[in-house]
């Protein structure tokens, strides 16, 4: 198993920046695609970006692209999300996710595909 730790949202105006991070303990950190996610009060929770294992491939959702960025740190077992120009719509809980994959093929957007969740972090955005 592997666990999953988030940090770094906070309540911020809109065009700030922040960087939220994953922490991730337990099995070996580069044996997982990571993903970020968020849930906005009253909707679905929805896809926001992804990293595969060696950090070669990048995916993100239309809305964040050009914004967010996403990376990885295997030696330190992180993964971070760095939000830029923020908007009033990017409030969410914030989840950082783990999917367990044998080969380095890519990233995945599907949150089923994923089998580890971390408890979530707060991103307000005041316009």
């Known amino acids: 198993q592997v666990q999953l730790v988030e940090s770094g949202g906070g309540l911020v105006q809109a065009g700030d920046s922040l960087r939220l991070s994953c922490a991730a303990s337990?099995?070996?950190?580069?044996?997982?695609?990571m993903g970020w996610f968020r849930q906005a009060p009253g909707k679905e929770r929805e896809f926001v970006a992804s990293?595969?294992?060696?950090?070669?491939?990048?995916s993100y959702a239309d809305s964040v692209k050009g914004r967010f960025t996403i990376a990885r740190d295997n030696a330190k077992n992180t993964a971070d999300l760095q939000m830029n120009s923020l908007k009033p719509e990017d409030t969410a809980v914030y989840y950082c996710?783990?999917?367990?994959?044998?080969?380095?093929?890519?990233?995945?957007?599907?949150?089923?595909?994923?089998?580890?969740w971390g408890q979530g972090t707060q991103v307000t955005v005041s316009s």
């Open positions: 996710a783990a999917s367990e994959s044998l080969y380095d093929t890519g990233t995945r957007i599907r949150q089923y595909e994923y089998n580890y």
């Open positions: 337990g099995r070996t950190f580069s044996w997982y695609v």
């Open positions: 990293i595969s294992r060696s950090g070669g491939r990048l």
